[in-house]
């Protein structure tokens, strides 16, 4: 039977859980990184896990909609210090950069990926796609911002221009430069 924790402790346990499977998962994939290896690295018997998370696939959910969440607010954070769009450029390139940081939030046609998304419950799955959308709705809620063209087709480029790090091992030049001269001509073109 797991031993009892303090308040504080399991607040320190869940984040080290969350933390290391996050790096797991960037270094090792979905499928590769165990429960018993996490919790090992933690130093915490696989019986407390469950005290925490009632299964892998609610870890890595949990790990999932944080780090979008945190991006999101650091991106908010850039495009309301700098209310136009060069705010909105800054702010793609800091996501871009932390979704080089976690190739899991780009790496979602692997195989790997496919078989995290057909483990999930259907309350989990919802709470991934209600995720994504919040993502998705950071640049279209910006009332001072105005596209030029399509809203669907602004979106599109955005999410284009973001995905496009699945490419960066094939670039001749680097991502991170090629990423930002992109951004940089093409905000004029998207935005008022």
């Not at 940081?101 to 979602?108: A, V």
Request: aromatic share 12%; glycine share 2%; charged share 30%.
């Amino acid at each position: 039977m797991p031993r009892s924790f303090t308040e504080r402790e399991k607040e320190k346990i869940k984040r080290s859980l969350q933390e290391t499977c996050k790096q797991s998962w960037t270094q090792y994939g979905y499928k590769k990184t165990s429960v018993d290896e996490v919790c090992k690295q933690v130093g915490i018997s696989k019986g407390a896990f469950y005290l925490f998370f009632e299964s892998k696939e609610a870890l890595f959910c949990e790990v999932l909609c944080s780090v979008q969440e945190q991006i999101c607010n650091m991106a908010s954070e850039v495009m309301e210090q700098h209310k136009d769009k060069y705010g909105v450029a800054e702010a793609l390139k800091l996501i871009y950069r932390e979704f080089d940081k976690n190739n899991f939030l780009y790496d979602s046609n692997s195989m790997d990926f496919t078989i995290l998304m057909n483990k999930l419950s259907e309350e989990q799955a919802k709470k991934i796609e209600e995720s994504n959308y919040m993502s998705q709705q950071l640049f279209l809620r910006q009332a001072y911002l105005k596209f030029k063209i399509d809203t669907d087709l602004a979106m599109s480029v955005i999410y284009s221009l973001i995905v496009n790090i699945k490419n960066k091992d094939i670039l001749p030049y680097n991502h991170m430069e090629t990423f930002d001269f992109m951004v940089d001509h093409l905000i004029e073109s998207i935005y008022e």
